[in-house]
């Protein structure tokens, strides 16, 4: 039976302090139904702050005590040392203290898998006391799991039980929880024999189990993502394909819903990640079960919130061992910041580039480390492969811990051996750039090798030539020639959508000598006599302009801000490399890059011709402190200069309130008198690698390339990423 929201528009809805909105109309029996659902996702394991959210959980649901719901939707496995070492028993403890009343998995449940099973999960189910919810998941091959798992929806439920989904009745009134997972955990998890069908079959069969029982209050528990992979299963497609269902709480593209999104007859909320927030929805139902009334918000994590003294003490018995395993050393240190960062728009990130996106010094030096620990077992061995979704963080300049390492690489992938075809290596490439300038976990990192991809061609047709680099010899990858690969066993089983490679695994084109990631990379870490990779141009994404080739040492720096949508050519198919930048551009470009905006006006006098667009630009630029004008003109056509462009970097560095101190200011004879602040800027660009000289010369007066300014302004975006 179809089901109506009885609710008013957001541009109706009264101003509160959570999100919510006034019923049209009311029942007219006026029996009214009140429920609150608390809800995580994607905690990942992160329990640094658990006993915070103990603390919030004990205090919503003593506000309502007789109607309220506590569940998760799912990936409390994974990403943290608390995982690596307990194996998620140290979260089940927790959630059982909170009295969680239901879960389903989500894809990284999966992650410890193997052909033959998943016992760490199974111990996992077993200690829960409470139910897990899961309609389309079949764990029949699965011995761990044998007299676990029911094919039903059921009133008659236990604890550490697995239902496609379960009737609790809340307050007299039944509630109905059905979970779903995505069907994408077979190709980026380690499932093993676990099995994932269609999620909206699934679906229609769980709304119509639960209303031919009578019950007309559905929720759905999903891990298929908010509005991702819309060929696979998004929860915005639920909601428009599957009538009957009143609230998804989802998960998995750790997406935070600062408030319900309402799509048709169906509410959907998801928290964001990591433990970052607490998801609370207050919903009321008529007697037909029809939303009329809801509100909803966030609550944040954070130091506000006083830890609960119960759960704080537990945690202290966890993060002792964490803490002694976090602070061992390595014996390496870094030299630099080991780029491991993701590009996320939404979350204010600035930089375009990160390991799924784009190659970096740590994606570099993990690779390498491959490589070089596969040519110690198989000297054959000439390429090296990492997905970019294994890379989970970022490791800053420094002593190199034992725990950075295992945060980097937390799901202790084994290293493999492929034998593959020129061709199967292409169609990796293609798959790896396919979703480019997107984020994609699949994107590969690269050693003893390089390659270029055209994201203008369609996906499939992007990747050009690429090449073995080796020491004292470069040369073409040959489709119809074999080649030994190093990858992680994640990737070469058909992790991330890698079916060729799934294909020569299950070929027996594979050895798997057995060594850890982390482990691999401590080793090989400490075993270098300066830890300080670089980008050095391994994947170079070509650009529309005719006047930047692959082979141009700017090529990549342009190809980040072209591709991050921060500056554009001269024309559509020149960039004009050897050409000045106009100090107006300069300013654009930073201020773009930064994402800085004023509602001031510029005060500069020269402005009248220039663009509505640039002034608003230069505003900002002025009102952060970044350009000063001369004369109260800002001269914006006047080609900006070495030490101009130095200053408005520099400036631009301490817009957040970061400091700099120079090492020396005496590395150039020909900006000494040139003032504190020129000399400081100059030191600034030269110590952090954004600019170079030119002997003992920095030419403060010469006029700035666009293609130099596209170097400067590429890495002084690393830079930011690194603070």
């Given at each position: 039976m179809k089901k109506k929201l009885l609710m008013t528009s957001v541009a109706g809805a009264m101003a509160v302090s959570v999100f919510g909105f006034q019923a049209a109309e009311t029942h007219a029996d006026n029996h009214e139904f009140e429920l609150r659902v608390l809800h995580t996702n994607d905690t990942h394991a992160n329990l640094d702050d658990v006993a915070k959210r103990v603390t919030l959980v004990k205090s919503l649901k003593a506000e309502m005590p007789d109607s309220n719901l506590l569940v998760d939707a799912g990936d409390v496995f994974s990403g943290s040392l608390y995982f690596n070492e307990f194996r998620g028993q140290a979260d089940l403890e927790f959630m059982n203290l909170m009295g969680y009343d239901a879960m389903v998995f989500g894809n990284h449940e999966f992650d410890l898998g193997t052909p033959e099973g998943h016992p760490e999960l199974a111990e996992?189910?077993?200690?829960?006391?409470?139910?897990?919810?899961?309609?389309?998941?079949?764990?029949?091959?699965?011995?761990?799991?044998?007299?676990?798992?029911?094919?039903?929806?059921?009133?008659?439920?236990?604890?550490?039980?697995?239902?496609?989904?379960?009737?609790?009745?809340?307050?007299?009134?039944?509630?109905?929880?059905?979970?779903?997972?995505?069907?994408?955990?077979?190709?980026?998890?380690?499932?093993?024999?676990?099995?994932?069908?269609?999620?909206?079959?699934?679906?229609?069969?769980?709304?119509?189990?639960?209303?031919?029982?009578g019950v007309n209050k559905i929720i759905a528990l999903t891990h298929i993502g908010f509005n991702?992979?819309?060929?696979?299963?998004?929860?915005?497609?639920?909601?428009?394909?599957?009538?009957?269902?009143?609230?998804?709480?989802?998960?998995?593209?750790?997406?935070?819903?600062?408030?319900?999104?309402?799509?048709?007859?169906?509410?959907?909320?998801?928290?964001?990640?990591?433990?970052?927030?607490?998801?609370?929805?207050?919903?009321?139902?008529?007697?037909?079960?029809?939303?009329?009334?809801?509100?909803?918000?966030?609550?944040?994590?954070?130091?506000?919130?006083?830890?609960?003294?119960?759960a704080a003490e537990i945690l202290a018995e966890y993060s002792s061992v964490i803490d002694e395993l976090k602070n061992r050393p390595s014996g390496a240190e870094a030299e630099v910041f080991l780029d491991g960062s993701r590009y996320d728009p939404a979350n204010g990130d600035i930089n375009f580039g990160g390991v799924r996106i784009n190659e970096t010094n740590l994606g570099n030096l993990i690779t390498d480390g491959m490589l070089w620990k596969a040519q110690s077992i198989d000297p054959d061995t000439v390429i090296a492969l990492q997905n970019g979704g294994g890379i989970r963080a970022s490791i800053s300049e420094g002593p190199i811990t034992y725990g950075e390492a295992l945060t980097v690489m937390p799901f202790g992938n084994d290293l493999a051996i492929m034998n593959l075809t020129g061709a199967e290596i292409y169609e990796a490439l293609e798959l790896s750039v396919s979703q480019y300038p997107a984020e994609s976990g699949a994107f590969l990192h690269v050693a003893g090798m390089s390659f270029s991809f055209d994201p203008a061609m369609e996906a499939g047709s992007r990747v050009k030539e690429a090449y073995v680099m080796m020491e004292d010899e470069t040369y073409v990858i040959e489709e119809d020639e074999m080649y030994k690969v190093a990858t992680n066993v994640f990737t070469a089983t058909g992790g991330d959508g890698y079916d060729m490679l799934e294909e020569a695994?299950?070929?027996?084109?594979?050895?798997?000598?057995?060594?850890?990631?982390?482990e691999t990379f401590i080793e090989y870490v400490t075993s270098l006599d300066e830890v300080a990779p670089e980008k050095e141009g391994r994947i170079i994404a070509l650009t529309p302009f005719e006047d930047v080739t692959e082979n141009n040492w700017y090529s990549g720096y342009v190809a980040d801000l072209y591709y991050g949508s921060i500056l554009n050519g001269k024309s559509e198919t020149m960039f004009d490399s050897l050409g000045t930048l106009s100090r107006a551009q300069a300013a654009s470009f930073i201020v773009r890059s930064l994402g800085l905006t004023t509602d001031e006006e510029a005060s500069f006098s020269d402005l009248e011709n220039v663009a509505e667009a640039t002034q608003n630009e230069i505003a900002a630029a002025a009102a952060n402190g970044i350009v000063n004008g001369i004369d109260g003109e800002f001269r914006p056509y006047a080609p900006v200069t070495r030490s101009q462009l130095a200053l408005m970097l520099y400036r631009a560095y301490m817009v957040d309130g970061e400091e700099f101190t120079p090492e020396s200011t005496d590395y150039f004879t020909d900006v000494e008198g040139w003032g504190e602040e020129t000399t400081n800027a100059v030191s600034f660009v030269y110590e952090t690698g954004i600019a170079s000289g030119y002997g003992d010369q920095y030419r403060p007066l010469a006029f700035s390339t666009r293609a130099q300014a596209a170097k400067m302004i590429s890495v002084f975006l690393d830079v930011e990423t690194m603070e």
């Open positions: 996992f189910v077993k200690g829960a006391d409470f139910p897990f919810v899961s309609s389309n998941v079949d764990f029949s091959d699965d011995s761990n799991f044998d007299g676990l798992q029911f094919f039903e929806y059921t009133t008659e439920f236990e604890n550490g039980e697995i239902y496609n989904g379960v009737i609790r009745e809340v307050n007299g009134e039944q509630v109905g929880i059905f979970g779903l997972t995505t069907e994408e955990t077979a190709s980026i998890a380690s499932p093993g024999p676990v099995t994932f069908s269609n999620y909206l079959d699934a679906a229609e069969e769980a709304v119509a189990a639960f209303e031919d029982a991702d992979s819309a060929a696979v299963d998004n929860d915005m497609l639920l909601a428009q394909s599957v009538e009957g269902i009143d609230i998804i709480v989802g998960g998995h593209t750790h997406t935070e819903l600062s408030e319900p999104e309402a799509v048709g007859d169906t509410l959907i909320v998801q928290t964001g990640a990591n433990n970052d927030n607490l998801g609370q929805l207050d919903v009321t139902f008529d007697a037909d079960g029809v939303i009329t009334n809801y509100e909803g918000t966030l609550h944040e994590i954070d130091d506000s919130v006083e830890a609960d003294t119960e695994y299950n070929d027996g084109r594979v050895s798997e000598p057995g060594y850890r990631d982390y």
